[in-house]
Structure formats: structure tokens, C-alpha cells
């Protein structure tokens, strides 16, 4: 008995031997070691690939999707979107940080809802007509069946950074309304900001909304 | 071109660089394990551990070296989050509870990495690369030694000792995953994964203001996190987050670094057992399931059935842009047939149909190509099944690889194959008769019910995946799919390890005219059959509650 309890502590001893080494191998050296070449050889993308506008200031990352909606009004829960400007697609399932609150961390996340859930139906309506009537200029009206699925789904991140070009080119007038430009200056804008497949075949056309945005700051402050 | 047609282009690259890599990793792999001389650095290893790694062990001491590193590694994790509201390096974070603690140590070392915290506000730096990415590592070394085990159980005459634990641990680690890990991590690094300590820090925005990230060490987590067929995102939103997959290439990379061991891991067995068509055999079961569900998930969710997607005009929920339906297609079910459980779209908000494939892929037992080392055995578990079925067909004693499978084998057989469902059903249904657990749910009706039965589903085979919507972070569910996550993953290396044990001590019989001719691809059909009819007969009354109710009502 005492034999077999004096085996058991020296396997067990072994293990956390075991245990300890390999974390000092792929716990310590391995992530030391990749993190020291990635910040030689990719600075910028090791540490969050951030861009910024015209003027050197740091507006965010090419990678994370961001919202431009105009200050919250009072008496308000969501803020409107600020339509000068490409929106993103919806983000249902973002959160906040519910613990260690001592920090307001972006909290990434779906909503999670499945394809007969009521109230996913009823988000998907309710963003449906609201591209609708935003992008309805004057001149250009939109048709329900012309929005495409990303313009009103929440990706799985909430921080999609990107739209696909269908729902580009559907802002595209209000856009242009919006910033007095022409319509043709911003459909330029948006091509030379459309990205295709990679080599063809992988992933699906994308715009970078962030990106698009700081050029279309800079086109309007020109023309202004 | 349409993006179907790229989807399919996808696959098609995604094989042939499988293909590519098949040869050179699969020899590669036999080699380390079958090689006399150790690496200096292993030496090293070996004499801080205290360990003999010549010292040949029989299955009860290759199980007993199993479990105690693992039980110990459970600890370890444990207390590591326990304490981590005093450890330096932990960007101030709190202590984790004791229930979550639990759910988080024993996912990680079972190599199932279900998460029932957000990483980015709950995990600090100590405990995501210090004890979560070490365990991707190990747990996934410990896969690979008790496959090998099993082989050398097949190719061994007769001797009745399956090799040293502690030698096939380390070497899984330090041959296999180091190397291919770092190469990997820069890969993604390249592509844009953050990769850095800076901690929290703020960054300006577009519209005034600053945004809060957590950095980190995330490509190398990332990495391993695929390649271990772990599966536990360092960011709440896994691989669809951008810092952890940034673009289309990092996401078919990341698909491939999910499938290339445990499809390789085919080679390494013919090898070892010295017939290389043995491992084609298994290979083509392995690769035409994958493919075959791969079709079925781009078909359905390409259709987008189900009222909001209609509605939306496709099935983006929780899919990204850059990703499409083709990308996260791929990706949700090389994830669900192998153990990783990494999503880069979230599967609660996929099709009800697309929804049963991934619930179908890991009550398959994560066989095609499966998790790395889990997959393998599994397999091997299930051909012994075919042969069985096959020998009583005809009336003949069944042998597979010139061993008997005799009262004894197949009895490890049938118990390893009754674990999970075991665990999978019981817990679903007790869940759905208590009173409480389905507060947790987020949808109702059927695709409630499927969140419930996918948490348990993913927990024992340690998958790891999730229909998220379910809030998982209960006291009922850290615990039941806690203890789900330990049984499912080391009970059943119980019963392969004492199978390979008995492999071992039989003396070969040779060949004759009415061998079942195993390396054939009659076999392959044989055994792709019996899976299919087996995880079918087991699950199909729970499938039809869940997904296929969803899924014909759409």
C-alpha cells in the first residue's frame, strides 16, 4: 500500500516535472521567440496594423470595424448612424466588458441567433428598411430585393471591417449628397477601394470601410 | 465567378496542399516516433524530468504516465487561474471563479477548449500563454503518443510493451509541433495577427474618441490553437475575430494547419505498420466523409434557408465579409470532424441543416480526419468495428493487420464507442428535464434544444465549438461539461490503451485467402458505412428534435 501511494507521488512528481519544463519550452521560449521576430519583421502587423488619416493622427485599425454614428441624443439607447459617412455592417452581438470593468474593452462577439429566431427576423427587417430610406437620395431610390445580406446581418466578430461592394456602391448616392460631391468622384473612390478575391479564388470582394472612409475625408476636405 | 465556384476552388486548393504536405509530414512523423538517438535538448528534458526514455512501458504503465501528467496539468490550470488576480503579468485581471476555473482546466487539457469566459476580458497574459497555449501544446502531444501507442500495439509481435510515454510526449512537442508552430505563427503574422505584450492600450477612431484593445501574444496561440486541434480563441470571437484571422489566405492557412496532422497521421501509420495502403485505406474513409460533408454544408448554406436569412438575402449571420459563405463553410466543418471547435462564423446562426452537419461531424466521434492523435485511434477503433461486423457476416474469426480481434479486443471496442453518446445523452436529457439549465438558452424550440444537446455533444468529444447562444458560464454547466470534457476524452484512452496491450502480446497470423483484405477500398466503403450506421442508430432521435426539426421547417 505505502509502496503503491510512494509510486503514485513519484509519477506524479515526474508529471509536474514534465509539466514545468515544457511550459519554459512553449509557454516562455516559444512565444518570446515568435514575438521577437514578428516585431523585427512585421512591426506594424504584430502590433494591430493601425492607419491613420491626413493629418498622422491614429484612427483605428485596417483589421477592426468601427461605428460612425453621431453623438447620443438624449433619451436615446442606440445612436443614429452619421450618414455622412460608408456605414458598417450592423454588430448585434458586440458587447462590453462585464468583468474587470475597470477597463471598457471592446467585447467581440454574434448574436448568435438561428435563421427562425423572431427576433433576429425582426432586426433583419428593421436594418432592411432603414438602408432602404438612408440611402434614398432625391435622384436614387433603393429597392429592398438591390441590399445585400451583409448590410443587414452582425458578422461573427462584430468587428467585420469590411463591406462587401454590392452594399458600397448601394451608399454611394447618399454619399455623394451628403459631402456635395459628385456621384461619379465617390464611385471612384469605392472601386479603387474594392479589394477582389485573393489570387482569384479566395475569400469573397470587400471594401475596407475604415479605409474608404479616411479617403473620403480627405476628397471632401479637398473639394470643400 | 460565383461565389460558389470559389468555395469549391477552395476545397480544391485546400486538398492539394494537403496533398502536398501528406508524404514528407506523414514519414516525418513515423520517423520521430520510431527513432533510437534523442535530441541534446531532449537529454536535457529528460534528466530534469527524472525519466529513463528507453525504458520500455506495457499499456498500464503508459496509461498510468498519461493521467498523472494530465491530472496534474488540470491542477495546474486550476490554480494558475485561481491565483491569477495576484500574478504579475495579468493586466490587473481578477481570479476566476472556482466553477469556471474547473470548466477551463479540464477543456483545456482534454484538448477540447470550450470556453465558457470571454478571453479578452477574463484572461491575462500569465494564464492565456503561460497555461492555456502550454496545454494546446501538450494535450495535443498526449493525442499523438496514445495513437502511436495503439500502432505500435498493431505492429508489434509479440512483445506487450507499447513504447515510453515520457519519449513520445516530449518528442511530439519538440519534433512536431515547435517547429511547425513557429513557422506558422510568423505565416499569420504576416497576414496581420497581432503579435506583442503591449497589454491594454488605446487607439484612436474615426469619429473622435479612443477604442481599448487587449494585445498580446496571439499569433502563436493561434497557431497552435489549429494545429493541436485545440480550439480556444484568445479572443471571445475566435477565428473570426480579425486579429486572429485577418484575411482569406490566413483563414483557408488556418484550415489546413486544423487538417494536415491528423490527415498525415494516415501515412505514419502505414508506415509503422509497415504497409503504406493500410494507411490509404483509412485515409480515403477519412477524406471522403470531409468532403462529402463539406459539399452538404456549402449546398445548404449557400441556399440560406430559414426565415431571417431569407428575409436578409443570404445566410451572413455571423459570417464574415471577408470570409463568405465559402470560407466559414470550409472552415465550420473541418472544425466540427476534427476536435478543434475554432469557429470563423458562429454555427448557432448557421442554417438548421448546416447546424445537423455540425452536430453530426462530432457524433461521428471526430474520426475524419479527427483531432490530432484522437482521430487516428478512433479510426482504428472503428475498424476493428468493420472487421468485426465483417467477420460475422461470414462466419470467420475477424483479424485486422494480422492481429485477432478477439472477446477481449472487442470489448474495448464496444466500450470505447459507448463513452460518448453515454455521456452526450445523459447529460442532454438530464439538462432538458431539470428546471434551471434552459434559462440558459437564447433561442427557444427546436434550435433551443440543439443548443443544449450541441454543448454536451461538443463537450464530450471534445470539440469545443459552441451554439453560443446558450450561457454556458452556470454553475450546472461548468460542471457537467467539465466532467463530460474529462470522461469523453480519458476514458476512452483507457479502453485503446489496454486495447493496444492486448494487440501487443498476440503473436501475428499470417495471411490467408479468406483474409479480409483491409487495405482495399471495399474496406474504405465498408468502414465509412459502419460509422454512419452506428453514430446514425445512436443519435438520430436527439438529430431529429434538434436540426432536422429546424431544418425541415425552414
Known sequence: ????????????????????????????????????????????????????????????????????????????????????????????????NSANTQYDLILSGATNRAGDNAELLQWVKEAKAAVVKDNSTADFKVNPSDVPADAVTSSGSGLDPHISPRYAELQVHRIADRNHLDVRQVRKLVDAHTEGRTLGFLGEPRVNVLQLNVALAELAAKSR | MSPEIAGVLQLLALIAALGLAYRPLGDHMARVYSADRHLRAERWIYRAVGVDPNAEMRWPAYLRGVLAFSAVGVLFLYLLQRLQGSLPGSLGFASIDPDQAFNTAASFVANTNWQS?????????VVQTGGLAVQNFVSAAVGMAVAVALVRGFARTPAGE?????????????????????????????????????????????????????????????????????GGGYFNANSAHPFENPSPFSNLFEVFLIL??????????????????????????????????????????????????????GAMEGKETRFGIGGSALFSVATTLTSTGAVNS?????????????????????????????????????AIVAVFIAGLMVGRTPEYLGKKIGTREIKFAACYILVTPALVLGFTAAAMALDTPADSMTNSGAHGFS?????????????????????????????????????????????????????????????????????????????????????GLTYFPALALGPLAEGLAA
Open chain 2, 117 to 125: 469566459y470571454y478571453g479578452e476580458q477574463a484572461m491575462g497574459h
Open chain 2, 346 to 382: 458562429f454555427h448557432s446562426s448557421f442554417t438548421g441543416f448546416g447546424g445537423g452537419i455540425q452536430l453530426l461531424g462530432m457524433q461521428l466521434g471526430e474520426i475524419a480526419p479527427g483531432g490530432v492523435g484522437s482521430g487516428l485511434y478512433g479510426m482504428l477503433i472503428m
Open chain 1, 1 to 96: 500500500m505505502n509502496n503503491s501511494v510512494g509510486n503514485t507521488a513519484r509519477l506524479l512528481g515526474a508529471g509536474l516535472r514534465a509539466l514545468l519544463v515544457l511550459t519554459a519550452l512553449c509557454g516562455v521560449l516559444y512565444p518570446l521567440a515568435v514575438t521577437g521576430v514578428a516585431q523585427t519583421l512585421f512591426h506594424d502587423k504584430a502590433n494591430g496594423s493601425e492607419i491613420t488619416d491626413s493629418t498622422g493622427r491614429v484612427v483605428g485599425s485596417r483589421l477592426i470595424g468601427q461605428r460612425y454614428d453621431l453623438p447620443l441624443k438624449e433619451g436615446q439607447e442606440t445612436p443614429d448612424p452619421d450618414l455622412r459617412w460608408f456605414q458598417p455592417r450592423p454588430s448585434n452581438g458586440l458587447g462590453e
Open chain 2, 451 to 535: 443548443e443544449i444537446l450541441y454543448a454536451y455533444t461538443s463537450g464530450a468529444n471534445n470539440n469545443g465549438s459552441a451554439f453560443a447562444g446558450l450561457n454556458a458560464d452556470t454553475q450546472w454547466f461548468n460542471s457537467t461539461i467539465g466532467i463530460a470534457m474529462l470522461l469523453g476524452r480519458f476514458l476512452p484512452m483507457v479502453f485503446v490503451l489496454a486495447l493496444a496491450g492486448s494487440l501487443a502480446e498476440q503473436n501475428p497470423v499470417p495471411a490467408t485467402a479468406g483474409t479480409l483484405r483491409t487495405e482495399k477500398p471495399l474496406f474504405t466503403g465498408l468502414l465509412a458505412g459502419t460509422l454512419l450506421i452506428v453514430t
Open chain 2, 260 to 313: 494536415v496532422i491528423p490527415f498525415s497521421l494516415t501515412r505514419t501509420f502505414g508506415r509503422m505498420v509497415g504497409s503504406l495502403k493500410q494507411g490509404y485505406a483509412i485515409l480515403g474513409t477519412m477524406a471522403v466523409i470531409w468532403i462529402g460533408f463539406t459539399a452538404l454544408m456549402m449546398w445548404t448554406e449557400f441556399a440560406g434557408r430559414g426565415p431571417a436569412f431569407e428575409a436578409a438575402g
Open chain 2, 162 to 230: 507499447l513504447g515510453n510515454f515520457w519519449a513520445d510526449l516530449v518528442r511530439g512537442v519538440v519534433r512536431i509541433l515547435v517547429p511547425m508552430a513557429v513557422l506558422g505563427a510568423l505565416v499569420l503574422v504576416a497576414c496581420g495577427a497581432v503579435q506583442n505584450f503591449a497589454g491594454i492600450h488605446e487607439v484612436g477612431q474615426f469619429m473622435g474618441g479612443t477604442q481599448q484593445w487587449n494585445g498580446g501574444a496571439v499569433a502563436s496561440q493561434e497557431v497552435i490553437k489549429e494545429l493541436g486541434t485545440n
